[in-house]
């Protein structure tokens, strides 16, 4: 095993690289899982301790305000103290906070402790991919970035079909019980292969810009919640205002720091800053699609809670197949290529979703729902690549922290936009959902495409050796 102090100069050996994915899949794996897992069971946490169902979704609020408020300021203290340690930090902290919420015996308890499970998320996302930086090869990243792209996809579009399976046969206590022996194993794994980062000594956390970014966002997130809700819009006005004053002097700040936890310098790489723009406009795409899809399955067509999640599960199982073969893919081909391709593929699949006609047979659902799998698939590995490589090592934490706050910002944004157009387009919410979603991913296409006429990072440009003993 490395000294803390040792620097990694290209990769894990492949006995130890493997265990050290290992971990890594299991920490993304359980974050992102409970970003969507516990809606399924919210009607029967409402009941259990009567509360009304608006006030019960603060069970989802929480989780994912306590992420998006903290996952920037995560990713600095990886680069000052160590990716390593944040990763362990988070996978402790989310362990201990889940099995809080399985003991929680009323929903003020389950809402603390999944405020403080949302953070320990934030923690194990915002280093994750600069953590893939150094266990693979710098040749061989968009392998590491596809089976990474493949957990967080999977993760994020299987929660549904995950939370019905084990609600079918325990309490909603469980959604959150299970989450404890994955998470020890991925401690275990963790401590034993994950390798050490050169931190910076010269830094100190900025804590001024780390609360006007939780402020920032969080208002961000509850203002684009509350209008798609129809929240009060004298009050929502006034967030606006406090946010946009806050933003602004926040971008200052950051303007003037060499190292901004709002990583201002990697958003005028431009190669950085368009795969940053299509990452949140996949994801927006998805959530859209994701969220809507069972209304759909079940109001119109009549389909039971089983037999809507089995429809949904070919689109995780083709982002499974093509999340890797993209990771291999784009050490031939040129990411802005391959990625356009993919969410080309990706919203022709969204389109044909947004006419489906009532009478159409699963079949029919089937192989719509694993085009769009495959060419959401087909784009993140190559996406997210080009997002950590475009970083100069010491900015790895800040290119990972980007890279989860955009897609964060993404699903967010996608699930408060099936709300509003619910709202707008009374028996109709599914197809202008779909519609919205294709034409996101059509815009994500384009700006992908645009990536074409720009250099790719050096480490993406190099040629793999077919015979090195790094080989995967």
Not at 181 to 186: D, L, M, V
Not at 329 to 355: P, S
Not at 393 to 421: D, E, I, N
Request: charged content about 10%; glycine content about 10%.
């Amino acid at each position: 095993m490395k000294g803390e102090n040792t620097v990694q100069m290209d990769g894990l050996p492949v006995p130890q690289r493997y265990g050290a994915i290992l971990a890594i899949a299991f920490g993304i794996t359980v974050s992102v899982l409970d970003g969507t897992i516990a809606n399924v069971a919210l009607p029967t946490i409402a009941s259990d301790f009567n509360v009304s169902p608006a006030v019960s979704v603060w069970v989802v609020n929480a989780y994912q305000l306590a992420i998006i408020v903290s996952l920037l300021s995560f990713s600095s203290l990886g680069d000052i103290i160590g990716y390593r340690k944040i990763y362990l930090f988070g996978l402790t902290l989310f362990s201990i906070t889940s099995f809080a919420c399985a003991l929680s015996h009323s929903l003020l308890m389950l809402v603390i402790a999944r405020i403080f499970q949302g953070f320990g998320a934030a923690a194990i996302t915002s280093v994750n991919t600069a953590l893939v930086r150094l266990i693979y090869p710098q040749c061989y990243l968009g392998r590491g970035m596809g089976i990474n792209a493949l957990v967080v996809a999977v993760s994020a579009a299987a929660g549904p079909t995950v939370a019905a399976g084990i609600l079918s046969i325990g309490e909603w206590p469980w959604l959150f019980a299970i989450n404890v022996p994955i998470g020890i194993i991925a401690i275990f794994l963790s401590s034993r292969f994950l390798p050490y980062n050169k931190k910076s000594t010269a830094r100190k956390f900025d804590l001024s810009s780390g609360i006007m970014n939780g402020i920032t966002f969080g208002l961000l997130i509850f203002i684009i919640e509350g209008f798609a809700h129809g929240l009060n819009i004298s009050f929502m006005i006034t967030c606006f205002i406090v946010m946009s004053v806050t933003a602004y002097f926040y971008v200052r700040r950051q303007l003037s720091r060499p190292y901004p936890i709002f990583p201002v310098d990697l958003l005028k790489i431009p190669i950085f800053r368009l795969s940053v723009g299509t990452s949140v406009c996949s994801f927006l795409a998805q959530m859209l699609a994701m969220v809507s899809l069972p209304f759909f399955l079940q109001h119109i067509i009549g389909h039971d809670d089983v037999t809507t999640g089995l429809l949904l599960t070919p689109w995780p199982i083709a982002t499974m197949i093509a999340a890797p073969l993209a990771g291999r893919l784009m050490e031939r081909i040129h990411a802005g290529i391959l990625g356009g391709a993919g969410l080309f593929v990706f919203a022709a699949g969204l389109f044909l979703l947004a006419f489906l006609p009532q009478d159409v047979t699963n079949g029919g659902i089937v192989w719509r729902m694993m085009m769009c799998g495959f060419g959401f698939g087909l784009f993140q590995s190559p996406n997210n690549s080009v997002i950590i490589s475009s970083a100069p090592p010491a900015r790895s934490g800040g290119a990972s922290g980007m890279l989860g706050t955009a897609r964060l910002l993404g699903q967010t944004s996608g699930a408060a936009l099936v709300a509003l157009m619910f709202n707008l387009f009374a028996g109709q919410g599914t197809h202008f959902s779909l519609l919205l979603a294709g034409i996101f991913a059509v815009i994500a296409a384009i700006v992908s495409c645009l990536r074409i006429s720009l250099p790719l990072p050096e480490t993406l440009r190099k040629k793999p050796d077919m015979s090195s003993n790094n080989r995967n």
